[in-house]
């Protein structure tokens, strides 16, 4: 690509986010290294992480199945990463308990990850044999014929654990009832905002956000990856902060003499 | 081997996405790697497709409990296939009419359009419709006033149901305009767009901190519990 002589290297429209990026990614990337330094932080109690075990538990206790439920995007959502990392972890669990692990996919290339991902964990858990592929299906792309086949299957199978991890629309009220009719132990994640009430509302917990993509770091307990945890956290404390000042500034500009003589936006229009 | 391979293409692409926005030169660059997404995504869809037939045939030869949906599954698909790949019923372009298939498959007119029309589309329809029982279902456990938090939750609830219907009028219409703040459908407003909308902000900038992390541990390496991790 040619660049022209009017053209410049940064987009200056974009530069504070990038400053802002820059410097977000920096302390993230410090964290870690001290972290593998051996200044690894203390992560508190993700009760539904927790949670998974005793799911898992409960469903080979039952000697019913597990149904996992990625989500309705594909693997270029960063929501549908953070799902296949949990199930690793509730695969990784399940092969343990040699109990049965349902996964119907809306993505092909899903299907292919959770694939991988789950026969990697079954092997890690020394349950090479437990892996059945077929297990780990595709549906359809489609999503309100995802959310029938899901909420038939929950009527057929009466699971007993139900893990919804991933970007969820419409859908997960569906899902999330269904499985609360069958009385399921249900634990939900997603970045998705506006179907976070209606997870909160029928899942017995709910990783809410940030505790969903902190929860691959959280599960495999590897100190480089909790120390960008931390990092985390020191960008949103100096996000908070600059609010605050952003806060107290505009309140002091509205309450100065100078403000007070100009006239308003409504007042112009 | 091939996982490094894996890593590395994540590390690139990532790399190109996360500076495309800043870079004008490397635009260009975001495209060709979200277009190589899409031909892999589309490649794996053979994969899906594949995983769809065996299972339903599998349950079809083992006519087990509930095979007659298999057997719908599979005529569905193979009808709706032949449909589209075959281009049945579609109208020719006027650009070219004297070549039957020149028309796209899901032109007006089409058996494909039709099957979408009239039997995708009221399927789809029928199944959103049904959510509004279960919001009724959800709401009726989440709304019970177990605890100080359920009680403001179900006051805060009942203030925006009034606020959001012409009851809320009805029934604060009358007081006066010093104390306009009070009547209903202002009272719904302003929960959205305070309280609401600053709880809402919080979890996005907590959401965009836990996307940058995550990108980081993927293109770094340090998860990659998505390729299978390190077995």
Known sequence: MVLGADASFLNPDKLLLLVVLAATCACIVASMIAARAGSVPKIRRIAGLEAVEEAVGRATEMGRPILFVPGIQDMDNPMTVAGITVLSRVAGTAAQYDATLDVPVSRSLVMQAARESVQAAALQAGQPDWYDPERIRYITDEQFGYAAYAAGAMARDKPAACFYMGCFFAESLILAENGNAIGAIQIAGTAETAQLPFFVASCDYTLIGEEFFAASAYLSGAPDQLGTLRGQDIAKAVIALALVAGVFMATIRVFSPEQASEPTVEATQ | ???????????????????????????????????????????????????????????????????????????????????????????????????????????????????????????????????????????????????????????????????????????????????SGLRLENLAVTIMDVFNTAGNRAIIIGIALGVASTGIRLMLGLDRSYLGGDA
């Open chain 2, 1 to 179: 081997m091939s996982r490094s391979i894996a890593l590395l293409i994540c590390l690139v692409g990532g790399l190109t996405m996360l500076v495309s926005p800043f870079l004008p030169m490397a635009t260009g660059w975001a495209n060709d790697v979200t277009d190589w997404f899409n031909i892999l995504a589309a490649m794996a869809f053979v994969l899906g497709g594949g995983s769809l037939l065996k299972v339903q045939l599998m349950r079809l030869s083992a006519r087990g409990p509930g095979w007659g949906y298999s057997a719908v599954t599979l005529v569905a698909f193979i009808v709706t296939l032949w449909v589209g790949l075959g281009k049945v019923g579609v109208v020719a372009d006027p650009s070219a009419p004297a070549v039957a298939w020149s028309g796209k498959a899901d032109d007006e007119g089409s058996a494909f359009w039709w099957i979408y029309l009239y039997v995708m589309t009221p399927i789809t329809s029928t199944l959103f419709a049904v959510l509004a029982f279960y919001v009724a279902s959800a709401a009726f456990r989440a709304f019970r006033a177990k605890n100080l938090e359920a009680t403001l939750l179900l006051a805060t609830a009942f203030v925006i149901l009034l606020g959001r219907t012409f009851a809320g009028v009805v029934l604060t219409g009358w007081l006066p305009d010093w104390a």
